[in-house]
Each structure stands twice: as C-alpha cells, then as structure tokens.
C-alpha cells in the first residue's frame, strides 16, 4: 500500500539550518539593535515563516503593535539574504537522505515537502541541491501560521493530484514537526540532525526518533506493524 511522506528541509535533509540563523541575527541585529539569541531561535524553529518572525520578535521585548511592520521587514531581508548565502555555497545533503529517498520511491511510496519556508526560499535550497527531482508535492508556509495547517496543505495537494495513500508520515528535525504531525493525527519521525535531542522530539510528541535518517529503516518496521 503506498503512503504519504511529507518531510521537512532544514535540519532534516539539508544542514541548512545555520543559514538561516546567520542571516536572521544579522537582520536583527543591522536593523532593529536586537540580540537573537540561540534559544529564543531554536524555540521558534520550524513554524511558518510569519509567525516565526513574529513570535521572535515578542520574545526580544518588541511591542506588540510593531510586531508585524518589523516581521515584514525582517523577512525581506531574510529572502535576500539566504539567496546571497546559497549563491555562495549550497548546503550539505544530510547522512542518509539520498538512500531514505531511494527506498521511499522503490516501494513506491509518494514523497512530499513540507517547510516553514516560502516557496521563494524552499524551492531554491530544493534546486541547490537536486533534491528537488525526488518530490511529487511541495508545500510551503506562504499565508500560513500553523504547522499543522502546512501537513494539511500537503495532503490536499496529494488528493487534488488523484493519489491514493493510506498512510500519512511526517519526517522532520523539529519539535513543532512532531507536534504539528501528532495534532494532525499522523505518525511523526523526529530525526536528531537539528537542534532537538531525542527526549525533547519524543516530549513534543513523536512517534519514533532517529539519530539521523540512516536509520530510516525502522519507520518501515514501525509503519508495517
């Protein structure tokens, strides 16, 4: 029976992750004078791109009213940031992607992107890579403000290309991955290639952890049984 992988980019195929957080501490602090610190980003990580900035932005003390100018300005310069950063350099294809990636379309199962990223970002570090070439569906976080809502946004555009699945598997680095997955009603692979250890994806609410996608593998195990 054929399923549904929808999977995360950052920290989960790619080791992007520093990319962003380069980019967004300089914008914070170029532009509005702010200290981003490590938790405040990791905290926020993964959300959609939107309410990451500006959740970001309530946790630096900004005041509430200036929140969405700030976020608005933010992720411009975000965007033209990350699109220097991968002009430069592209990021590494995490351990075990490419094989994760082979066996998924072996068993004929339907490979789908979900990322707190525009589209304008996503498909970018997608092209950089050519990991774009391995996924039937894209879905990115334009208009969005909840994770889970990106899962949703990822399975209608499964049904609306005529795809029969059965199961639906949500791969990612992130607390709000496994959460957002669990809130769906799907089962949830954390994988420890981002910024969370295996405890704090399981707290979130995973299914099954990883050390890296090396190990993918034992989804098939779980997902069978």
């Not at 509005?32 to 990451?52: H, I, Q, T």
């Not at 700030?70 to 430069?88: F, H, P, R």
């Not at 208009?143 to 598997?169: C, H, P, Q, W, Y």
């Not at 991955?177 to 290639?193: L, M, N, P």
């Amino acid at each position: 029976m054929t399923d549904l992988y929808l999977i995360d980019i950052d920290g989960t195929l790619l080791d992007s992750s520093s990319f962003h957080e380069e980019v967004v501490k300089r914008g914070f602090k170029e532009i509005f004078d702010m200290e981003a610190e490590p938790e405040v980003l990791k905290r926020n990580s993964g959300k959609p791109y939107l309410k990451y900035f500006e959740d970001t932005f309530m946790d630096l003390g900004a005041r509430p009213d200036k929140v969405m100018k700030y976020a608005d300005k933010m992720i411009e310069y975000w965007e033209k940031g990350i699109k220097i950063k991968l002009d430069q350099k592209a990021p590494d294809v995490l351990p075990g992607v490419y094989d994760f990636l082979s066996a998924l379309e072996k068993r004929g199962h339907v490979t789908g992107i979900i990322t707190g990223n525009p589209q304008i970002v996503g498909r970018t570090l997608l092209k950089k890579t050519g990991l774009i070439k391995h996924f039937r569906l894209e879905a990115y976080s334009d208009n969005l403000k909840d994770r889970k809502d990106l899962i949703m946004r990822g399975v209608k555009l499964a049904e609306k290309s005529g795809i029969v699945f059965n199961d639906v598997v949500v791969v990612g680095d992130g607390a709000s991955d496994v959460d957002a997955a669990k809130r769906a009603g799907f089962f949830g692979v954390g994988v420890e290639t981002g910024h969370y250890s295996a405890d704090e994806l399981y707290e979130a609410g995973a299914d099954l952890v990883l050390k890296t996608l090396e190990s993918y593998e034992l989804i098939f195990d779980r997902i069978r049984k």
